[in-house]
């Protein structure tokens, strides 16, 4: 039997079992996947003895993404441009890792809104933390020509715009309404939204009719965010299909299928979501 996992600390909120579990009895594998709780100081250690361990593999989730990252022998580009990994697998006995969250995003926001590309326009990023960092190299390798970054903490945001080169602009968080209006796509990557944790507070006025407006929160799964500019008449693309896409290049390295993100399995994920809010 292949097993792989999720590790964290704490781990216990994880739905990535849910999601695989969806797939290894759809495709009838004989495998499994399960939460471990992994300290912080043991992480390195828990990734490096992954054999001994009878473990093809694991998601690698908070506080974790960064030690992944560097014990890893093998780096895909997406890793190495986020300076983090949230997948890791053994291929002859090398340590080898992947930052999927780059596939996942950028995969739904093409199934969901495919014209997103068509004026030739900046993107608007909310937030300058990892899964900022993934989006933005997304879609600098989707050929977007200018990208501007809003956080609350400017000094994160210049970090990222340095990281990434002239392609990348910092703008100030008070201005994230005004300088968004002609944006092909404004992505919240912030945790605001999400259960008890406030309003971005956009104001969708004058919005370009086609911006697309896309959230990472999935909990609830229709934000704030995404309300305001359903109003407004705006393409709104939710956080849920991130979450679900980025599970797939893992699944298919350690078990050996490249799995479907099926209407069950976001049915399923929906059902988790509404339970527990
Ligand atoms: P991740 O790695 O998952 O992206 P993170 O590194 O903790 O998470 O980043 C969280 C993001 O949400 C940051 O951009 C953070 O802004 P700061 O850099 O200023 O901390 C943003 N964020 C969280 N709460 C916020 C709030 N109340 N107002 C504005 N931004 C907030």
Redo the contacts with the bound molecule.
Sequence with gaps: MRRACVIGWPIEHSRSPLIHGYWLRRYGIDGAYDRQPVRPDNAGEFLRTLAMRSLVGCNVT?PHKEVAFRVADEKDKSAVAVGAANTVWLDGGRLCCANTDTYGYMTHLTLRAPNWKKRDAPVSI????????AIIYGFLSAGVAKVRVF???RE?AEALAKHFGPAVEVAD?SDRSTLSKDAAVIVN????GMKD??TLDIDFTGFHPDCVVSDIVYVPLETGFMAAAREQGLTVVDGLGMLLHQAVPGFERWFGVRPEVTEELQAILIDDIGGRV
């Excluded at 909310?126 to 960092?133: F, M, P, S």
């Excluded at 990557?189 to 605001?192: E, L, Q």
């Design positions: 908070v909310l937030g300058a933390g990892g899964a900022a960092r956080n609350r903490t994160r968080w990557t912030t945790t605001i944790e406030g």
